[in-house]
């Protein structure tokens, strides 16, 4: 079985551009969470979704990150511009219902320098 | 076990022994709790989960025991082998109603399993 895939695995850039990281959740699971992970703070939530609909963004640093699901198949979180700050592990999980154990992709590992 | 800063708490224990990892939560509004295991390279595995209508939960070597009345969650693990060696994470959800699907996790715990 497919489990949650997420790409790119690795980016490195320079700040002040634009990154794009992208989620395809498992088929048939209604919900989707963005997470950041960092050695100081954890594993955070940033956002999630529940059929494509944002649900909780209060997660969300600030204005420069956006996340958007067009379908049920795919999403992505945008980070404009990016900054070193934003340096972490991000990871996308879905679950097939709210009260479901979430399943975790492998992660972006960004890097903004 | 929770972390300050960078450092993990560090539970080390010898291969066949059982473990034990434990957490604290704060919230009283939390109905579902979860365990994972984070390797290196990779995101969080899901290992079992427990609904606060239940005090325990057994899987395949792996039991979670909640205790609502102090806040704490627990998992063991049995006849710890090397590949247990990782980060385990605790989880609850954030509260009733559909903005309290998301998670809450702890710092971690390492598990270390020496031969």
């Known amino acids: 079985d497919a489990g949650v895939i997420q790409s790119p695995r690795h980016e490195v850039t320079e700040m002040g551009q634009e990154v794009t990281l992208r989620c395809k959740p498992i088929?048939?699971?209604?919900?989707l969470f963005w997470y950041r992970q960092t050695m100081m703070r954890g594993l955070e939530l940033l956002i999630y979704?529940?059929?494509?609909?944002?649900?909780?963004d209060s997660g969300m640093p600030e204005d420069r990150f956006s996340a958007k699901m067009p379908n049920a198949s795919f999403s992505t979180l945008k980070i404009q511009p990016s900054e070193p700050r934003d340096s972490a592990v991000y990871f996308c999980?879905?679950?097939?219902?709210?009260?479901?154990?979430?399943?975790f992709g492998d992660g972006t590992r960004l890097s903004i320098l | 076990g929770e972390s300050v800063g960078l450092h993990l708490p560090t539970l080390s224990v010898q291969e066949g022994d059982n473990s034990i990892i434990n957490c604290a939560y704060s919230?009283?509004?939390?109905?579902?709790f979860i365990w994972y295991k984070q390797e290196s390279g990779k995101g969080p595995q899901f290992i079992i989960d427990?609904?606060?209508?239940?005090d325990k939960r057994q899987g395949q070597r792996v039991t979670v025991l909640l205790n609502k009345t102090v806040k704490h969650l627990s998992l063991q693990i049995a006849a710890t082998q090397p590949g247990d060696s990782a980060v385990y994470f605790c989880?609850?959800?954030?509260?009733?109603?559909?903005?309290?699907?998301?998670?809450?996790f702890g710092k971690g715990t390492s598990l270390l399993v020496t031969p």
């Open positions: 999980a879905s679950s097939l219902t709210g009260l479901q154990p979430q399943h």
């Open positions: 088929s048939g699971h209604d919900y």
């Open positions: 979704f529940n059929n494509n609909v944002p649900i909780d």
């Open positions: 919230n009283s509004a939390s109905d579902y």
């Open positions: 427990i609904r606060s209508n239940m």
């Open positions: 989880a609850e959800n954030r509260g009733a109603g559909n903005s309290g699907y998301a998670l809450n």
